[in-house]
């Protein structure tokens, strides 16, 4: 590479010594961590991860991650392409559950008044104003542990999971732990993603969560996805997790038999009442980190901000953009924080040469290869980096 001389060159070189060029690839090979080389040269997803892999991946010098991942992310997908998601609070309040997070669970004094579920008409109303919007999926949280003896509430979802569908929109539901009978008959309503987050580490789940486990909420993703509704779990960062935490949500999630095709990243919201009320938000460095090593480790998953989004920077957002997201949350509400709102988005991806993801755009992912591809004699992310100098 060659690079204008600058005047004062001659007297840095007697201050300091000979000058030093670009890196070559062969030193920028030796900082790149050998799985991160065969990961990014892939071409379908792997779900044979270790966790020291992931970590390998995870704690990769930040420039070199983000760029692994755009590679990656330009791989599997259209990097201009976001996809807009709308979330409905259809059921407030009165959760049984203790997550620490939560401003809906009843044992935290958060001043949030419970509610009935709301009528399906006013549903159907609220997902017909998110598609004028621009909106292409639509997602309906309930706040409460589990499905057992809600029949008259599972017709009602139902029904709107149906009318959601005839007006060309994918729906996502949460609504805590469901069984074998349930998952199969959102199916048959044309159910297109349930949502299960894992929320972090098994290891540091209990300092969140005690009401209910771990392999609980991984006994309900199995449920989903033998029904055939595609998955949709992630987490949330800043509980007080480390980083190590963040990647053993990251290797669970990597490793389950299919990749979910939703992984949403929240950052946690602060909500006072709640036993994490006054936590701060967490550095946006490993925000930046969890989505970069989420597309790498699965990388035809789509990558969604979630909440906190609200809480960054547009030049933050967009740096997760670059790094391989590629969905957010828009709209009115996420369930009882604030979000983003369309007009918002709407300016931001003109001004930065992004548009509405269509729904139902993606192709289906590759099936999971159990083996990975040998690095080759020269890495290719070493090459490029070394390149871009």
Known sequence: MSFPIPRSLPRLVR???TVQG????????????SVLVEATNSTAPRITWTREEVSQIYNTPLNQLTYASAAVHRRFHDPSAIQMCTLMNIKTGGCSEDCSYCAQSSR??????????????DVLEKARIAKANGSTRFCMGAAWRDMRGRKTSLKNVKQMVSGIRDMGMEVCVTLGMIDQHQAKELKEAGLTAYNHNLDTSREFYPNVITTRSYDERLRTLDYVRDAGINVCSGGILGLGESDEDRVGLLHTVSSLPKHPESFPVNALVPIPGTPLGNRKMVPFDRLLRTVATARIVMPATIVRLAAGRIALTEEQQVACFNAGA????????????????????????????????????RPEPKQAVETTVPPPAESEVAAQVAASS
């Open 15 to 17: 201050s300091y010594g």
């Open 22 to 33: 670009p890196p070559s690839a062969a030193s920028i090979a030796g900082r790149v961590p």
């Open 108 to 121: 935290h004094q958060t001043g949030l008044k419970a509610t009935k579920m709301s009528p399906v008409d």
């Open 326 to 361: 590629n969905a957010v949350f828009t709209g009115e509400k996420m369930l009882t924080t604030d979000c983003n709102g369309w007009g918002e988005d709407r300016v931001m991806f003109e001004r930065w040469g992004y548009y509405p993801m269509k729904s139902f755009e």
